[in-house]
């Protein structure tokens, strides 16, 4: 989105896999100059090592390369952001935010609380088709763009451990998009396609004008895309598997004699072709004019000329120097692989002319949903307006305020329900917990002890293990015993006894490793009945040893 112009130095950073791409400029009132290059080789990708490890390692590059410039700029690359395309009409830049930010609640495979999110127009208008009345423009399409919050987090760690200031945490594809536009090579109305290659993840995206229409992350060596399957186009995929892993023999160990060059050749076109045929049959899509290449390995003329041949369209990978000025310690000379630095310009000179509307993560979508207020004066007319609306809309807000204090009457007296509800519950587990817990009703645990001892079969054929207390003056019995002969006649005693009620045998485990002669376990469950009106919360297991 829109953003104020840069003025002064500034630093981009692109972080692609292990490689990060740095681009120092300097921007004046006149322009920007390019001041400082480098490539640092960094401990892993964003993502999978601690920012702080990553930020420690630019520190010390940056500091190697003596670039010195504070704000700095970083693009998120594509495989972890996710792209939706959305149709809506035209309205206020703060309600059109607002809309974004309803349709992301709807579409996001996560909860918005732990997404940043943007928008940015794809350029592609939108048309009413009347017979009567011809075609009238209703709005132009939009990329709602979002990351995780813990991925633009990661970034401003990143920048902090390295001793910079984030101004801007961007979208590689738009940064890659920018160089293009700014090396003078402006797609005008045909699409064009930007390929940015990298050691395992390339970037798939179409230009239109100074619009990015589509955009894919995948995988070439083998692997899937983990996060953007095809959440950025709307074709039906019914024609063309996009979600297939780009494999290829020569990547999978059985390629003879064929090289890994050419075996990463191959998974770039079968990965090119797959994401233009499902452009060319999307809404708004197309056939695509040209092709051209940046990233790693970009200025092969062999891999440019596969690609040429295999989709039957222009391919040449672009300098992304040729119009820059380059000043101070930056050098074309000292730098191999240019076109590998073409992400990192574009997202510096982005801060300077933003000439792809592009993404912004490190301002919440709630900042652009505050409408902007007019600083002209306001008239005797416009007052008088103000106050016959402020008249007329007195009552419906009095209304909307009563409805709303209703609401959270109702809402205050269903939680006091519930409450109650609870309350009671606990009243009657109180109750029913009352006869084993007051030492008023409590019966001495002699007393059941007593009555229980006479009960157990003689010649020690069973003991007592456990003795619980329950609700209903139930008490919860365990033991073991010789054999089920000795239980049934446990349970025959407590059927006869008066002191206790209608015995529940709950059931039996008989143990293979029991060396003392006690292999069945057991467990009983019967009233209380004798002597005091309770019994007792809990007894330690009382065991008459054989």
Not at 91 to 111: C, D, G, K
Not at 171 to 190: C, K, Q, S
Request: aromatic share 4%.
């Amino acid at each position: 989105m829109p953003r104020k112009p840069l003025s002064g130095r500034l630093v981009a950073i692109d972080i692609a896999d292990a490689q990060c791409r740095v681009v120092e400029i300097n921007a004046t009132g006149t322009g920007a100059e390019v001041t400082g290059l480098a490539s640092i080789a960094m401990p892993g990708p964003l993502g999978k090592v601690s920012p702080e490890a990553l930020g420690q390692a630019l520190r010390a590059g940056l500091a190697g390369a003596r670039i010195g410039a504070r704000q700095a700029v970083i693009g998120i690359p594509r495989q972890l952001a996710i792209l939706k395309p959305v149709a809506l009409p035209p309205m206020p830049p703060h309600e059109t935010a607002a809309a974004v930010r309803l349709q992301a609640e709807r579409e996001l495979p996560y909860a918005l609380a732990e997404a940043c999110i943007d928008y940015a127009p794809t350029g592609v208008p939108l048309v009413d088709h009347d017979e009567a009345t011809g075609e009238a423009p209703l709005g132009v399409g939009l990329f709602i763009g979002a990351v995780q919050k813990s991925v633009v987090d990661a970034c401003r760690s990143l920048l902090e451990a390295a001793g910079l200031t984030p101004r801007t945490i961007a979208l590689r594809p738009y940064g890659t998009a920018t160089a293009m536009l700014y090396a003078g090579l402006n797609p005008g109305d045909d699409y064009v396609a930007l390929v940015d290659l990298g050691e395992g993840t390339t970037e798939i995206d179409i230009l239109r004008g100074r619009h990015v229409v589509f955009s894919r992350s995948v995988m070439v060596d083998g692997g899937r895309d983990p996060v953007a399957e095809d959440e950025d186009d709307e074709a039906s995929d019914d024609d063309v598997d996009l979600d297939e892993p780009i494999r290829d023999a020569a990547l999978n160990g059985d390629a003879g004699d064929l090289s890994l060059f050419a075996g990463r050749q191959t998974a770039v076109v079968r990965a090119l072709r797959r994401s233009l045929e499902a452009f060319a049959v999307q809404p708004g899509g197309g056939a695509v004019s040209r092709v051209y290449l940046t990233g790693t390995g970009a200025d092969d003329d062999r891999l440019a000329g596969a690609v040429a041949e295999a989709l039957h369209v222009p391919v040449a990978a672009f300098d992304p120097f040729d119009r820059a000025t380059l000043a101070g310690r930056a050098s074309k000379a000292d730098v191999a692989d240019l076109p590998a630095y073409a992400t990192a310009l574009g997202l510096a000179m982005a801060e300077c002319d933003e000439l792809v509307p592009g993404f912004d993560f490190a301002v919440a979508i709630e900042e652009r949903m505050r409408p902007v207020r007019s600083r002209k004066p306001i008239t005797g007319a416009g007052v008088a307006a103000v106050l016959l609306a402020a008249v007329i809309a007195l009552p419906i807000v009095f209304y909307k305020l009563k409805e709303r204090r209703l609401k959270a009457a109702e809402a205050e007296l269903v939680a006091l329900r519930e409450q109650k509800a609870t309350v009671e519950k606990l009243r009657r587990d109180i109750a029913d917990i009352t006869p084993w817990t007051d030492p008023k009703q409590r019966a001495s645990w002699s007393e059941v002890l007593r009555a229980l001892n006479v009960l157990f079969p003689g010649q020690r054929r069973a003991y007592l293990t456990q003795l619980q207390g329950q609700k209903g003056n139930v008490l919860s019995i365990s033991g073991r015993a010789q054999n089920p002969a000795a239980i049934n006649e446990l349970l025959e005693s407590l059927k006869a006894s008066p002191a206790f009620g209608e015995p529940d045998y709950t059931g039996q485990h008989v143990s293979s490793s029991d060396r003392l002669g006690y292999p069945v376990r057991f467990t009983i469950k019967v009233a209380w009945l004798g002597g005091a009106s309770g019994g007792p919360a809990s007894a330690p297991a009382t065991r008459s040893a054989p």
